[in-house]
Structure formats: structure tokens, C-alpha cells
């Protein structure tokens, strides 16, 4: 049986002479395995097909702090110590192969077919990683300028890589060749502390802390345009973490009166507006994560939380130590 599956099944009974009588058709659901890290140099995995009682299936100390992504049956992981492939099937969770020479103190990473670009607060800032095996990963390059020791997010679309950088605001990097990228545009006004970004279509959203989330035409990646703001909270508003679902984005607060997800409704992206604020019953929301009707948020000291979009509320958690989520384990 695969993880994740809802499978039937019925009891067909017979007797000597042919007689037979037939069951209700009966369900059940397999695990559904979450793979997040902690503060405490671990991942998990976390069953979430109860959505009420979450259960860890399986842990691993990876001896530093990781963000990760999930891509099938692969964690990539970007650590301290360098860049990182697991085996993530919830039993196992097993390194397969490591590249900790090149770059160091990696800090986010993101996966276009079959290669990984990570982020580094090192002399290398962008490196780009082939994967196309997965036992072993070759580097096809790296970039040491237009990037700052304070870059925090990456999301790649098509040809190019939109990074945010606390220095030099949105840079987007050419990848058509990528074993030689080359820059494409930056821009620096109105992206002020910026935290994470998502990529949707010809458009850009940014979290900028307390500035609320920015969002930038990349209809023409080389000539990134200003739009919008949403400062959805007022003086409430601190936008760490992004994540975009159906048209909507969920954007991670975390101030001192408002620690939850902001529902924005982003049809229109020069026209947003947010739907729903859901509160989280404890911890500082630093990732959020998207399935289905129901959002998962990394919480810090309040573990993984589990909000229920259409009945807007919480309606379970995890553990005590969750800051980042990968997704879902998928065979």
C-alpha cells in the first residue's frame, strides 16, 4: 500500500450451496507523512491524516538547524554543513548523498527540474546543484555577486531565479544556462527587510516584516515593476513566511498581538485584499504549508499547528520544536 491513499474494501461471503451476501464497502486512509524540521537539529516525519492528533512517524539529527523541500520521494536539504539529499520515506529518512565542500551555511534553497538552487550566507552566495542523480550531485555553479551575506528566500520559475536579499532587495537571475547563469534585473525600492517570496504567473509576492507583502510585474523578468502593498494588520502586520494555494496567498504573521496565517485573496493581484485571519493557539509562526482545505504552520516552541480553513480555527498540533515545512511525502 502506498502512503497517502484512501483504499476500499468489502467482505464477500458464500456458503456451500452459492448463497453469498455482500458487506457495506468499508475505507480507510493511509499515513499521510509531513516532513518538517525543528530548532533542535532534527527533521520529521509527521502523520497528518488526523488532522486532530497528528503523530510522528520517524526523527533524524542532522546536527544542525534545515530548511528543506520535497520533491516525490527526495528530501533536499540545505544545512550549516553544506547541501543535502535524503531518502524521505517516513521509515527511513536516510541520507544519500551530500555535497559539504562547495558552499557552506545555507540558508534556502528551491528545485526546478533537475536541479536545486540554494542560497549561502558564504562567499558563494547562489549555487546551483545538478541533480539529475540523486547518489550523486555535481555542481554546475556557483555566483559570488549582486548577493549579500543577507539573503533569505529563493523561488525559481521557467529561466530565471527570484531571490530576496535584506541588501539588495529582488534579484533575478538568468538560469537558461545553468552552468552560467547571469544577472537579469534587481530592485531595491519599496522591499524593505524582506523575508520570503513566491512566484505566481508574471507576478512576484514578497513578505517585508512589518511593511506587509509586496508585489512586483515580472512579466518581464528583466524589467521587475512595482505594483502593490498589503499591509494587512495595520501596526500588527509582521509577514515572515509566504505560501500560494488556489489564488490565494497565506501569509505567516508573527507580532506581538497576531500570530496566525492572513488569508489573501490575490484574483487581483494589484487589488488584494485579505479574507480571513486564523490565530494560532501557541508558538511564532516562522513557515506555512498548503493541502487541501487545511494549513500547517511551523510554530517554533509551538510545534506544528493545524488550522482548518473553512471552519477558520485551529484544529490540532504537533510536538514543541517545528521551524520549517518541506511537504508532503509523495511515492
Not at 499591509?231 to 501569509?251: H, M, P, R
Not at 517554533?300 to 508532503?328: A, P, T
Request: charged share 20%; hydrophobic share 35%; net charge negative.
Amino acid at each position: 500500500m502506498k502512503y497517502g491513499k484512501t483504499y476500499y474494501w468489502k467482505v464477500v461471503a458464500e456458503d456451500t450451496y452459492g448463497a453469498s451476501t455482500t458487506s457495506d464497502i468499508y475505507t480507510f486512509v493511509t499515513q499521510l507523512p509531513l516532513i518538517v524540521s525543528g530548532s533542535s537539529d532534527n527533521i520529521y516525519s509527521v502523520d497528518i491524516s488526523d488532522k486532530e492528533d497528528p503523530e510522528e512517524i520517524n526523527s533524524k539529527n542532522i546536527t544542525s538547524n534545515a530548511t528543506i523541500i520535497i520533491d516525490g520521494t527526495y528530501a533536499y536539504i540545505a544545512r550549516d554543513e553544506g547541501f543535502y539529499i535524503y531518502d524521505a520515506s517516513p521509515t527511513n529518512l536516510s541520507e544519500i548523498s551530500n555535497n559539504a565542500t562547495i558552499a557552506k551555511n545555507l540558508v534556502n534553497l528551491d528545485k526546478e527540474g533537475n536541479y536545486v538552487y540554494a542560497l549561502s550566507k558564504d562567499a558563494s552566495r547562489l549555487i546551483i546543484y545538478d541533480v539529475s542523480d540523486p547518489q550523486s550531485i555535481t555542481l554546475a555553479a556557483t555566483v559570488a555577486t549582486d548577493l549579500s551575506a543577507e539573503v533569505k528566500a529563493i523561488d525559481v520559475e521557467g529561466n530565471y531565479a527570484y531571490i530576496v536579499d535584506k541588501t539588495n532587495g529582488l534579484v533575478v537571475y538568468d538560469i537558461s544556462n545553468n552552468n552560467s547563469p547571469t544577472l537579469a534585473a534587481s530592485y531595491t525600492n519599496e522591499i524593505m527587510n524582506p523575508t520570503d517570496i513566491v512566484v505566481n504567473d508574471s507576478y512576484a509576492f514578497i513578505t517585508c516584516g512589518a511593511s506587509g507583502v509586496v508585489v512586483m510585474d515580472i512579466s518581464n523578468p528583466e524589467n521587475p515593476a512595482y505594483i502593490s502593498r498589503l499591509k494587512y494588520k495595520d501596526d500588527d502586520t509582521n509577514a515572515v513566511a509566504i505560501y500560494w494555494y488556489n489564488n490565494k496567498l497565506y501569509v505567516a504573521n508573527n507580532s506581538s498581538n497576531s500570530k496566525g496565517i492572513s488569508v489573501i485573496n490575490a484574483v487581483y493581484p494589484e487589488n488584494m485584499y485579505e479574507e480571513r485571519f486564523i490565530s494560532v493557539g501557541s508558538g511564532d509562526p516562522t513557515d506555512v504549508f498548503v493541502n487541501d482545505k487545511y494549513i500547517y504552520v511551523a510554530a517554533k516552541s509551538g510545534g506544528l499547528r493545524v488550522l482548518d480553513e473553512s471552519g477558520e480555527k485551529e484544529v490540532g498540533s504537533y510536538g514543541n520544536d517545528v521551524i520549517n515545512i518541506g511537504g508532503i511525502y509523495s511515492e
